[in-house]
């Protein structure tokens, strides 16, 4: 369970994860039916983004298939769209937008605007004729996508899981060590041997330490075997820094482990701050985007270092002195959660 869970994860949560917004389900009232306003239709449904789920002759019909969960976005096309596009120069269209999906109307907008900004460029064009050159300066914008130059999300996300994954074996397991020998009786008896109680923490750290290292190692072969991915950096920088957060995630799981009476309830609480530790860790939310308490509350996550280094080596190419400050905290995780739990482990000799 400890190998082959994370693996299917791996293998299947990549795919899922996908921040691109497709099959937008769009319902056109055009009251204008000309050329112009069918030409229009025909761009945004041919873009593959947008799929048209109504052709309707009134705003109210349109409505009522936003209410059915039919639609997710109206486009109103007035009347006399293409007459006033042509003597004013101008035209106004409504965009209505269902927000009760916030990302997907937020894109899905964005979405439609651009084709319809870059439709109107390209009809301005037709209509000058290419002989004619505009009176305004023209600038034309070229991106490069660096590091990641297909913008593919698997290639994105996949280190980003592998941390998540990487960080919930560790934990859990830990987590349920000392509480297990609490639950069984052998807590007693371990307790009365002359067993020093770091001895005894090194001891249940070590094993999990090496498992932790074993399911690092097999997610990078999916990375590399499944999805192409390869470390731009090297693979002795990313293992060097694992070491080191191995050491910290699983002296927060032997911490909780001594806290806790029931194998039951180390769990509730390593459940609770792996939720924080995930939606708080900027892999599905950048931690610039945030607020500014949740910025300082995400400095004591140790599971943002850990995604924000998997990207800097595997995507950038970085090296170990380039994750110096990200390394610096992780250690300090490391010695302060590991010293609590030994200190924390009571010990009846």
């Known amino acids: ?26 319902a056109v009232v055009d009251h204008d039916h000309s050329a112009t306003s069918k030409q229009l239709i025909g761009k945004i449904v041919s873009s593959g983004y947008f799929q048209l789920s109504g052709y309707n002759s009134s705003y109210d019909e349109a409505f009522d298939l936003i209410e059915n969960d039919k639609a997710d976005i109206i486009m109103e096309i007035p009347s006399d769209f293409e007459r006033r596009l042509i003597r004013e ?12 999906n916030g990302i997907k109307a937020g894109l899905g907008g964005t979405y439609l605007s651009s084709i319809i900004a870059d439709f109107n460029e390209q009809i301005r064009l037709e209509w000058m004729g290419t002989d004619v050159i505009p009176s305004g300066g023209y600038i034309e914008i070229v991106s490069s996508s660096w590091f990641n130059p297909n913008l593919s999300y698997p290639t994105f ?34 307790n009365v041997t002359p067993i020093k109680k770091h001895h005894f923490i090194l001891g249940k750290l070590i094993p999990f330490w090496v ?27 990313l293992y060097i820094f694992i070491s080191i957060y191995l050491f910290a995630v ?3 799981g032997l911490l909780i482990s001594t806290f806790a009476d029931t194998q039951q309830q180390a ?78 482990y009571r010990k009846t000799i």
């Open 267 to 344: 769990m509730l609480i390593m459940f609770f701050f792996m939720m924080i530790f995930i939606l708080m860790g900027g892999l599905f939310t950048s931690i610039d985007s945030m607020p500014g308490w949740a910025k300082i509350v995400a400095r004591f996550n140790p599971v943002s270092y850990l995604i924000e280094v998997m990207r800097m080596i595997i995507l950038k190419g970085s090296s170990i002195k380039d994750t110096y400050p990200q390394l610096s905290a992780v250690a300090l995780f490391a010695v302060f959660l590991n010293t609590w739990a030994v200190i924390n």
């Open 157 to 190: 996300m996949v280190p980003g899981i592998l941390a998540i994954l990487l960080t919930m074996v560790g934990g859990f397991l830990s987590a349920l060590n000392i509480v297990k020998e609490k639950e069984s009786g052998t807590i007693e008896q371990i």
């Open 89 to 100: 120069g101008k035209q106004q269209l409504l965009l209505a937008v269902n927000a009760i």
């Open 1 to 26: 369970m400890i190998l082959f869970m994370p693996v299917v994860q791996l293998l299947i949560l990549p795919l899922a994860a996908n921040y691109e917004v497709k099959n937008i389900q769009l």
């Open 250 to 252: 699983l002296g927060f």
């Open 211 to 237: 498992l932790g290292n074993v399911v690092f190692t097999l997610g990078l072969l999916i990375a590399r075997i499944v999805y192409g991915i390869e470390s731009a950096g090297g693979l002795p920088a």
